[in-house]
């Protein structure tokens, strides 16, 4: 396929940012999706107003714009900004999508759009312009899970991929060990019991002075920093007959500890006329991080069997998660499969792709569906009722 027209806009500090990228299908990619369904979706869970258009697991059209410049200065994403800043950034979004994919109305089977879990009020942006498109067009409708959706990321990178595997779900609002069955049957064999991965990184980004997001920051930072500087603890889940949970994690301990070793390191800074380690402490935090995220991973593939991990929400870019989950994989004999890099944060690419399984498992959502703030990944058939 052609490249499309638009190049990306140039961004200000009060404007969306827009990036655009649509794949070239090559004629054994075409041959391979034959009469694979085509789906339009949009994703609107939290800061990201994004369309694509995939047909098969073949990207045909990927416009993400996102809102991190206009929520940085406060901090994190404020929901009421989120939602007005998606109204008015959804019609050029579809436009944009549409062209990229040199498609008509006529070349789409269905539209999709996350219905859960993320900001309500984000969430129906997206959901209200597709069942629009979906009456206005005649299109079936197919809700999606937001979770299931980055599952679906690594189907990006291997078309081929078959459960049963591993799914290690690090975003900014989860933290799960998801045993994908088969599609649509997802256990979760254990997850984060207060803060999630992501939320760790930005939480510990804003006490040390770095700003938000925290985890590409942090990422980057790392890179000039010793990772054993300092000893910080990695949160255990106790059992009542004794011993530590295999799979169930902790993140907010280590976010505590974090707090009162930078008091310290600012109190001494301020003593001696030095500075605070910044790098070091980063460095140690991420580390820490991992080793824990990593250790379970090995103990689910190892209990339950599974030769295959796949990593999926926006800390699969954490470039020392890449690098350990690599070693794990070599050492303990399994394949780890990581997202690209653009499919790891949100987007409507890996949207449309989980949709297009969904549509031709013959899965539809009712018009009247709304919004859901949270809902379990393994309730995912409740979008389909
Ligand atoms: O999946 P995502 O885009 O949105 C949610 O569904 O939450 O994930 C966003 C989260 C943020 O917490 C951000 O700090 C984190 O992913 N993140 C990273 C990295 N890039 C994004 N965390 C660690 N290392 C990174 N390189
Ligand atoms: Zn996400």
């Known amino acids: 396929m052609a490249v499309s027209n638009f190049s990306p806009a140039a961004s200000d500090e009060n404007s969306a940012s827009w990036s655009l990228s649509n794949l070239e299908m090559d004629s054994e ?4 999706e034959g009469h694979r369904a085509t789906v339009l979706a949009i994703e609107t869970s939290c800061d990201e107003t994004a369309v694509a258009v995939v047909r098969g697991r073949d990207v045909l059209s990927s416009i993400v714009s996102s809102q991190i410049e206009i929520h940085r200065e406060y901090g994190g994403v404020v929901p009421e900004v989120a939602s007005r800043e998606h109204v008015g950034a959804m019609g050029e979004a579809i436009a944009r999508a549409l062209l990229a994919s040199e498609l008509g109305w006529d ?12 900001l309500v009020g984000a969430l129906m942006v997206g959901i209200t312009a597709a069942k629009t498109l979906a009456m206005v067009h005649s299109k079936p409708f197919v809700g999606v899970h937001h979770l299931e959706v980055h599952i679906y990321a690594s189907y990006l990178s291997d078309p081929d991929l078959q459960p049963p595997f591993l799914c290690l779900l690090v975003s900014g609002g989860h933290t799960s060990y998801v045993h994908v069955r088969a599609p649509g049957d997802y256990v979760i064999l254990g997850k ?7 939320e760790a990184f930005d939480k510990v980004a804003r006490l040390l002075d770095l700003g938000y997001p925290g ?9 000039s920093g010793n990772k054993q500087a300092f000893s910080l603890p990695e949160g255990r889940i106790s059992l009542p007959e004794g011993g530590y949970h295999r799979y169930d994690a902790s993140f907010s301990g280590l976010k505590t500890a974090v707090l009162r070793l930078t008091d310290r390191l600012k109190a001494e800074a301020l003593e001696t006329g030095g500075d605070v380690p910044v790098a070091d402490v980063a460095a140690s935090f991420q580390a820490t991080v991992v080793r824990a995220l ?6 689910c593939v190892e209990d339950y069997g599974l030769k295959t991990v796949v990593v999926g929400g926006g800390v699969a870019a954490n470039s020392e998660l890449r690098s350990q989950l690599q070693i794990a994989a070599e050492n ?5 499969l990581f997202p690209p890099m653009k499919y790891c944060t949100d987007n409507a690419a890996m949207i449309a792709c989980a949709a297009v399984d969904n549509f031709e498992r013959g899965l539809r959502s009712p018009l009247t569906i709304g919004a859901r703030s949270k809902l379990s990944i393994t309730d995912v058939a409740e979008l389909y009722q």
Do not use: M
């Not at 985890?215 to 890179?223: A, Q």
């Not at 303990?332 to 780890?336: A, D, G, I, K, S």
């Open 107 to 118: 070349g789409i089977d269905a539209i999709a759009a996350t219905c859960a879990p993320g």
């Open 29 to 32: 990619d075409s041959k391979r």
């Open 332 to 336: 303990h004999n399994f394949r780890v």
């Open 294 to 299: 990593v250790k379970r991973a090995i103990a």
């Open 192 to 198: 984060t019991r207060d803060d999630a991965a992501g």
């Open 215 to 223: 985890g590409p920051v942090i990422d980057r930072l790392t890179c």
